[in-house]
């Protein structure tokens, strides 16, 4: 046997949502739906599409590092390319991150029930990670502030954040930054930007160009490209430098770099993405509130239930299952009493809220 650190033998692998072919598989029944994993019930945009087939035909040539979406991204939100890193998703983004910064013994501080994913990578690190308990199911930045100590080197944030769906406003991210060390990396994980720009309160991290903040945005949500793997970071370029040094040499692929340049281009197919959204969310919420259910309002695409109850919780998640309706218990998340729904398309979102209440009337009855 080949040892590992002790901090990779106590890691607990990432483990996604069901597929609707494994669930199809497991209970013997057809037609399932996954609200499980925050994709896009679109589908991908048609132009990311084509141009990622059309690029097969490339694929005897190294990628160029994502060098053209670079500048591509550098246009759209008017910066150099040596401010933008792009790579496999958001979380290579992060890992990268991670990789270049951490050293001896660093630390760094985030919140109880985050990103699944941010959990992995902290642990993998090795680093000593301080959670903050969250105040009203999002971060505490008080409290983060209050954590930091001489040994700090990154602190993670999601806004929105996955999987409670709430966001630091303005003016908190505002007098949180004003107060962070400059020699602090700051990480806002932004991946579900596109549906909560629309927020009169919510903080587009690019509109301030802070020299210790590294902005992390995916085409897996509102473009829909999770399949693909396409992300991008955008810093400061002594930051981008010092990642582009770490990062594996030809990330992103050629097909995920082309769907992404294409993606950027189809402003009809991200307008139409939010605005389903923004009626998906609006059904939750209003049919959550209707059957007395505990969620956190959301700026992103899903929905959090808290039921208090664990078995209660798995209970449900199982009789949806059985339904043909897939979602999410977030135990990994550190929320193990919490289901997370994504949104669909509204049929598909109506037949999750008929599927739910048929389950609850059965708890009365039972």
């Not at 053209?68 to 401010?83: D, G, S």
């Not at 009789?319 to 218990?329: D, E, N, S």
Request: aromatic share 8%; proline share 5%.
């Amino acid at each position: 046997m080949i040892a590992v650190p002790s901090h990779i033998a106590s890691l607990r692998a990432y483990q996604p949502g069901k597929s609707v072919a494994e669930v199809e598989q497991e209970l013997g029944i057809t037609g399932a739906v996954k609200l499980a994993s925050n994709e896009n019930p679109l589908g991908s945009s048609p132009l990311a599409l084509q141009a990622a087939a059309e690029s097969l035909q490339h694929l005897t040539h190294y990628p160029d590092a994502g060098l053209r979406l670079r500048q591509a991204l550098a246009t759209r939100f008017v910066i150099r390319p040596e401010n933008v890193i792009c790579g496999s998703g958001g979380e290579s983004i992060i890992s990268t991150a991670l990789h270049t910064f951490l050293d001896g013994e660093d630390e760094m501080i985030s919140s109880e029930g985050t990103f699944v994913g941010f959990l992995v990578l902290a642990h993998a690190s090795g680093k000593k990670t301080h959670y903050v308990p969250q105040r009203n199911n999002g971060y505490d930045l008080d409290g983060i502030l209050r954590k930091i100590n001489d040994k700090t080197k990154i602190i993670y944030i999601a806004n929105p954040n996955n999987p409670t769906g709430t966001a630091v406003t303005t003016n908190a991210l505002e007098r949180f930054m004003g107060k962070v060390p400059e020699h602090i990396l700051v990480i806002l994980d932004e991946a579900y930007f596109e549906y909560a720009d629309g927020w009169p309160d919510y903080p587009d991290s690019m509109h301030y160009r802070w020299d210790n903040v590294l902005t992390v945005r995916t085409f897996s949500k509102a473009y829909g490209l999770a399949g693909i793997r396409i992300g991008y970071g955008m810093a400061h370029s002594d930051i981008i430098g010092k990642m582009m040094k770490v990062k594996l040499p030809f990330e992103p692929n050629t097909p995920a770099e082309e769907a992404g340049l294409a993606a950027l281009q189809d402003e009809d197919f991200l307008r139409r993405t939010v605005e389903l959204n923004r009626e998906s969310v609006l059904y939750y919420h209003r049919e959550f509130e209707r059957m007395g259910l505990r969620f956190v309002p959301t700026l992103a695409n899903f929905v959090m239930i808290d039921f208090r109850d664990h078995d209660r919780m798995m209970r449900i998640f199982n009789g949806l299952m059985q339904r043909g309706v897939i979602t999410r218990p977030l135990a990994a998340f550190g929320l193990p009493n919490c289901l997370r729904i994504s949104t669909g398309t509204m049929e598909q979102n109506v037949r999750c809220v008929e599927a739910l209440e048929e389950i609850l009337n059965e708890e009365l009855v039972h």
